[in-house]
């Protein structure tokens, strides 16, 4: 009676013995599978990086040495885009090599992996490709069973005629191994006659080569007499099976189950004791294994935050150290092809006329269809379309249905910006669709990201993120700008203002100084110009003003240069030019002055006619005086000269190179100073910006001289 049960329980549990042990075969290839992939994986992301490494250095060779000198890669070939090797490491594996990316089942053996990165210039343009190799041997082998603790084969040929390349299974045990291999499935689990159970693994994507993991089965020999003793001495062994699962499961489980917590929490130093070979040491391991590559993930995130913040770094100093636009949007457009990995990249700004205009561009060259500056209308094409609506935008586009004034592009994204006044007027008053509908000043568009991917959102809010710097430096560049122009600008007459005269006056003498040459002051004063605000009206007598200022641009050279130095007084500045040039211009402006009369409204608001007269009054640098001020002073007391005389005329101030001097021993008379040449120098008419960067009007040569005055216009 109770041998029966005895003997059913024991055949039960030499039935569940055999199961759990193909279950736990099965579990132990699984975890070993998944541990060949990572560290086959982990190998071909090394020789990416090493390629990568060779691809981005201008002396391919050196930095090839390099990364076979430090153990990345075994070899690395460089090849231009025929075809032809003009770089290799010596002591290459031989061919075949398989890359990393293939997962069809090899047709042949397998000599090395190898990885392939495309070559590049500057400008996108294909030079060939970098190849990193590591050799398939037997070491490799070897490393693999070692990582995964289970026996590896790797294969050699394709079905049915599979052989072994290389194995760390005795050689009896291979044959059983490849014999049980030819008729299995792939991912699938069998078993050996002696015992072993094996599985395929490969090739797949990110792992490109034919193993085969085995196991030996943990099934003792003579189950059944065992089984028997077991089930007769299972009531005295229970209690040291018990404290036996205690010590090397639940102690284990715990101390894993405690180190996930601090994993979560933050904690990436957490590791796990391994206690044992088994299958809970293994996961242990494999749990500590997972936590290095995540901290060296980690890492590597830190490392790209650090370059972003440099990046962002430079862009604060550029925004804070300059108002050069140019330089601005360059090193934002720089910033933000490093940040994405983008090859190439536009700054466009909105004209009047509704034309996207490109201000900084990079990697273009081979992009953008036509020749000359890339302008785009809005609405037409991605960029202006993203300029019409306000509304950021990224995909994919084909080349044949790019619109005229679209790049020609694989993937792309684009942001548009607006001025930061304008983005917080709108979201005061109707959130995120009134920003929308602000017209913005121009759209910041990236192209082609490496490695062929499209731009993800992380790429569109970064891409935001300098956006909003564009749209700063852009607005502060013109606020500068429109400052600078009022603080040197007389508002009613346009007219440069006193301020600017004192500067350009010591620039112009300087320039005269330095090079042997001659400029002259002219001080105007309208005649009698109080009755005419008595009369008719300050209103009136701004209109008098202004028309003067225009007639005063309108009888002078563009290279020369007219100030409102106050009130009805002007000042006209005449680089190179002598004292006989300076009364030709005064007679012109006198006769503009005389000869046309000026319609006004009076008090009455009935449009009246207007005629004034100037008196002018001429100074000479240097032969009136010494430095810039004393010339216009000596200009200034010419013009008392020419109000003296009756008004409506010019003077010329005297020559004061002999002077009473105190000093002279009662002479009463100073030697004559002697007086630095002077000259006239003949310049071509042509117009282009002085070498000193300030305001300038007028034909000027190649070093910012002033041109030679056409005394006959």
């Known amino acids: 009676m109770a041998f029966g049960p005895i003997l059913f329980g024991a055949v039960f549990v030499a039935s569940t013995v055999t199961a759990v042990d193909r279950s736990r075969a099965t579990e132990r290839l699984a975890v070993a599978a998944a541990a060949a992939r990572t560290s086959i994986d982990a190998l071909c992301q090394q020789l990416r990086a090493a390629a990568d490494a060779v691809a981005l250095t201008a002396d391919h060779r050196g930095a090839a040495t390099q990364v076979v000198g430090r153990g990345l890669a075994a070899a690395v070939q460089v090849t231009d885009v025929t075809g032809q090797i003009i770089v290799a490491t010596p002591n290459a594996p031989p061919a075949p090599w398989r890359d990393c990316g293939d997962h069809a089942r090899p047709t042949g053996p397998v000599a090395a992996l190898a990885v392939r990165v495309e070559l590049h210039d500057i400008s996108g343009a294909a030079l060939g490709t970098v190849t990193a190799a590591q050799p398939v041997d037997p070491m490799l082998v070897a490393r ?150 995540t901290g060296g993930y980690l890492a590597a995130l830190a490392s790209s935050r650090d370059q972003l913040r440099g990046h962002l770094a430079v862009l604060g100093d550029t925004l804070a150290s300059t108002h050069d636009l140019q330089r601005i949007l360059r090193v934002i457009l720089h910033s933000a092809l490093a940040a994405t990995g983008a090859r190439a990249g536009a700054v466009l700004l909105t004209e009047p006329g509704g034309m996207l205009v490109a201000q900084c561009t990079e990697g273009l060259d081979e992009y953008w269809a036509g020749t000359g500056t890339p302008q785009v209308p809005l609405g037409s094409s991605v960029v202006g379309a993203v300029a019409a609506t306000g509304q950021p935008c990224r995909g994919r586009m084909e080349t044949a249905a790019a619109s005229p004034g679209e790049p020609r592009c694989g993937t792309y994204i684009a942001v548009p910006f607006a001025a930061p006044e304008a983005g917080r007027t709108a979201d005061s008053r109707s959130g995120e669709e009134g920003a929308a509908s602000a017209r913005p000043l121009g759209v910041l568009a990236l192209y082609d990201r490496l490695g062929g991917e499209e731009f993800d959102d992380d790429d569109l809010a970064t891409l935001q993120t300098f956006a909003g710097h564009v749209a700063v430096a852009v607005d502060n560049v013109r606020v500068h700008e429109e400052a600078q122009r009022l603080s040197l600008t007389d508002p009613l007459t346009g007219l440069w203002n006193y301020r600017y005269l004192r500067e350009s006056l010591r620039r112009e003498v300087e320039r005269a100084n330095r090079f042997g040459r001659m400029v002259s002051v002219l001080v105007l004063d309208l005649d009698r110009f109080k009755k005419i605000n008595d009369t008719y009206g300050h209103a009136a007598g701004d209109t008098v003003l202004a028309e003067f200022a225009r007639r005063v641009r309108g009888e002078i050279r563009e290279v020369d240069l007219a100030f409102r130095q106050g009130g009805e007084e002007f000042v006209v500045l005449l680089p190179e030019t002598d004292a006989r040039g300076a009364t030709i211009v005064a007679e012109r402006l006198g006769a503009a002055t005389r000869n046309t009369p000026v319609a006004v409204l009076g008090h009455a608001g009935v449009q009246e006619s207007i005629g004034f007269t100037v008196s002018i009054g001429i100074a000479v640098y240097p032969d009136h005086a010494e430095t810039g001020l004393r010339v216009l002073e000596a200009a200034d007391e010419a013009l008392y000269a020419a109000k003296s005389a009756g008004r409506d005329t010019w003077r010329v101030a005297q020559d004061t190179s002999r002077i009473t001097d105190p000093g002279d021993g009662g002479t009463g008379v100073r030697a004559a100073h002697a007086a630095p040449p002077t000259r006239e120098m003949p310049v071509s008419a042509v117009t282009s910006s002085p070498i000193d960067g300030l305001p300038r009007a007028g034909p000027v040569d190649a070093t910012g001289a002033p041109a030679e005055r056409d005394e006959s216009a």
């Not at 030819?182 to 094996?198: I, M």
């Not at 090739?203 to 189950?223: C, K």
């Not at 004791?273 to 294994?289: K, M, Q, T």
């Open 144 to 293: 693999l069973a070692a990582v995964t603790g289970v026996a590896v084969t790797l294969l050699d040929g394709a079905a049915p005629t599979l052989t072994v390349a290389h194995s760390t299974e005795s050689d009896g045990g291979a044959e059983a191994v490849l014999a049980a291999a030819s008729a299995l499935r792939e991912e699938g689990v069998t078993s050996t006659p002696d015992g072993r159970y094996l599985r395929r693994v490969g090739p797949a994507p990110g792992q490109p080569l034919p193993l085969v993991l085995s196991v030996p089965s943990d099934q003792p020999p003579g189950l059944y007499p065992v089984l028997i003793a077991v089930v007769l001495l299972a009531a005295l062994l229970g209690v040291a099976v018990a404290w036996r699962l205690a010590r090397v499961t639940t102690r284990p489980l715990v101390e894993l189950a405690g180190a996930v917590d601090r994993v979560a929490a933050g904690d990436l130093t957490a590791r796990v004791p391994v206690r044992s070979g088994d299958e809970i040491g293994r996961l242990a391991e494999a749990f500590n294994r997972m936590t290095r590559e």
